[in-house]
Structure formats: structure tokens, C-alpha cells
């Protein structure tokens, strides 16, 4: 499934936001910023780029600043130079897979005990 993106008619779109957006109790997952509907963009926690499914999962609601911070860096790398965004994520992107919270911990202990974001 890696790497295949379906278009998808505007109504699954809204729908997915609007679970992504629950799912994060309605706030980016990065900087804990409350956002609505309309400000609220989605973000592939593993980019789409870099192998990522289009799939709940890997989908969180970010404000549109820590959206284009993250771009298409692997959450490890974010996570690890933004260890704030990483430690928002644990408690915030409830809906993602339990592997990409693991990573999320990790890098964010790797960050406060000092290892370079660069490793
Ligand atoms: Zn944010």
C-alpha cells in the first residue's frame, strides 16, 4: 500500500478532518494550539515523501506554522530538534500508531539527555 495515494471526493476529505480534529481534542498536535475547522490543516506524522500512509493512523490535525516547521522531516528528526512538539504529540495525537508514539518517546528522551538532532 506504501507510496499509492487515492483521490479522495471532498466529503471523505472533510470527514477525515473532522476525525483528525477529534482525534486530537481539537488541537495541533505539535504546539497544543486550539484549532477549528478552518484553520486546522493534516499532517502525515511519517510525510508522505519519506513512505507514510494516507491512513488514520499517520494522520493528525497541526496548526498550519508547526506544519510547514515539520515538513517532510521524519518525526524522529522533529521530534528530536523540537523536543516541545514531540512531548505535545504523546499527549495529544491519541489516534496514532502506537509505533510512532514509541518513536515519539524516544526522541524526546534522546533530545533532553543532549544527543545532536543531527544523529
Ligand atoms: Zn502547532
Same mark, same amino acid.
Given at each position: 500500500?506504501?507510496?499509492?495515494?487515492?483521490?479522495?471526493? @471532498? +466529503? +471523505?476529505?472533510? =470527514?477525515? !478532518?473532522? #476525525? %483528525? $480534529?477529534?482525534?486530537?481534542?481539537?488541537?495541533?498536535?505539535?504546539? @497544543?494550539?486550539?484549532?477549528?475547522?478552518?484553520? &486546522?490543516?493534516?499532517?502525515?506524522? +511519517?510525510?508522505? =515523501? !519519506?513512505?507514510? &500512509?494516507?491512513?488514520?493512523?499517520?494522520?493528525? =490535525?497541526?496548526?498550519?506554522?508547526?506544519?510547514? $516547521? !515539520? %515538513?517532510? /522531516? $521524519?518525526?524522529?528528526?522533529?521530534? /528530536?530538534?523540537?523536543?516541545?512538539?514531540?512531548?505535545?504529540?504523546?499527549?495529544?495525537?491519541? =489516534?496514532?500508531?502506537?509505533? $510512532? !508514539?514509541?518513536? &515519539?518517546?524516544?526522541?524526546?528522551?534522546? &533530545?533532553?539527555?543532549?544527543?545532536? #538532532? %543531527? #544523529?
Amino acid at each position: 500500500m506504501r507510496h499509492v495515494r487515492r483521490l479522495l471526493p @471532498a +466529503q +471523505q476529505k472533510r =470527514a477525515i !478532518k473532522l #476525525a %483528525a $480534529l477529534r482525534d486530537c481534542g481539537r488541537r495541533c498536535v505539535y504546539c @497544543a494550539a486550539p484549532l477549528d475547522y478552518e484553520h &486546522a490543516t493534516l499532517d502525515h506524522v +511519517q510525510p508522505l =515523501a !519519506k513512505g507514510g &500512509a494516507d491512513a488514520p493512523g499517520n494522520v493528525v =490535525a497541526a496548526c498550519p506554522p508547526c506544519n510547514r $516547521l !515539520k %515538513a517532510d /522531516m $521524519l518525526p524522529v528528526e522533529f521530534f /528530536m530538534r523540537y523536543p516541545w512538539a514531540g512531548s505535545n504529540f504523546i499527549h495529544h495525537a491519541r =489516534a496514532v500508531h502506537r509505533a $510512532l !508514539k514509541r518513536q &515519539a518517546r524516544r526522541a524526546v528522551s534522546l &533530545a533532553f539527555a543532549g544527543v545532536p #538532532a %543531527a #544523529a
